[in-house]
């Protein structure tokens, strides 16, 4: 009874654990320290998609390089306490943590104490992210609704719907109005 028991817990764990993309620490891609943080009440209501209109990137140290650059953009120009992204996804397919799960992000007016922010390296104006990508994207959702980070009924939003700007690009915004939790 009782290894039956586990093996039930352990399956429970690993199907839940299952639906969630690879995502690359901090420490692993080299984040700096950040400034400062807030913390973020879980689960939310919203997740918020962004491009980074950049340059793509493919390989893991591509990435990992771009995301340097967002997070020194943000931090020193901007002056954001942090990378503002919640997450940011590479066309390799990996997720980088960026504020996770429970930091208040700097990445959408009127949506940043209430949202993950997710941003998708490169600039998606006249096409779309590949499709490891957009499956991490979209696992990234299923795996913080899964954990309770994100709320079951929650609304999708590109960044333009909080601001005037061409963020997520014409391209994403376009597919991510097709996605089943947009708007709602």
Same mark, same amino acid.
């Given at each position: 009874?009782?290894? #039956?028991? #586990?093996?039930?817990?352990? $399956?429970? #764990? ?9 995502? *690359?620490? @901090?420490?692993?891609?080299? !984040? @700096?320290?950040?400034?400062?943080? +807030?913390?973020?009440? =879980? ?9 980074? !209109?950049? !340059?793509?990137?493919?390989?893991? +140290?591509?990435?990992?390089?771009? *995301? ?13 306490? /942090?990378?503002?992204? +919640?997450?940011?996804?590479?066309? /390799? ?5 960026? @504020?996770?799960w429970s930091r208040v992000g700097a990445h959408a007016p009127g949506f940043n104490t209430n949202s993950i922010g997710i941003c998708i390296i490169g600039d998606f104006t006249?096409?779309?992210? =590949?499709? $490891?990508?957009?499956? !991490? *994207?979209? =696992?990234?959702?299923?795996?913080? *609704? ?9 609304? $999708?939003?590109?960044?333009? /719907?909080? +601001? ?12 991510? @109005? ?7």
């Amino acid at each position: 009874m009782i290894n #039956f028991t #586990f093996l039930i817990i352990a $399956l429970s #764990f690993s199907s839940t654990k299952a639906s969630c993309p690879n995502i *690359v620490s @901090r420490a692993e891609w080299g !984040a @700096r320290a950040p400034i400062g943080s +807030s913390e973020m009440s =879980n689960p939310v209501p919203y997740v918020v998609i962004h491009h980074g !209109a950049t !340059a793509a990137c493919a390989t893991k +140290s591509s990435c990992i390089n771009l *995301v340097k650059s967002y997070q020194i953009l943000h931090m020193d120009t901007n002056k954001w306490d /942090d990378i503002g992204y +919640s997450f940011i996804v590479g066309e /390799d397919g990996n997720v980088y943590e960026g @504020r996770g799960w429970s930091r208040v992000g700097a990445h959408a007016p009127g949506f940043n104490t209430n949202s993950i922010g997710i941003c998708i390296i490169g600039d998606f104006t006249s096409r779309l992210p =590949n499709s $490891l990508a957009l499956n !991490a *994207v979209k =696992n990234l959702i299923e795996c913080g *609704v899964s954990l309770g980070k994100i709320k079951p009924t929650y609304s $999708l939003r590109g960044h333009r /719907d909080s +601001s005037a700007t061409e963020c997520p690009g014409n391209t994403l915004y376009t597919e991510i @109005r097709k996605w089943a939790q947009y708007g709602l």
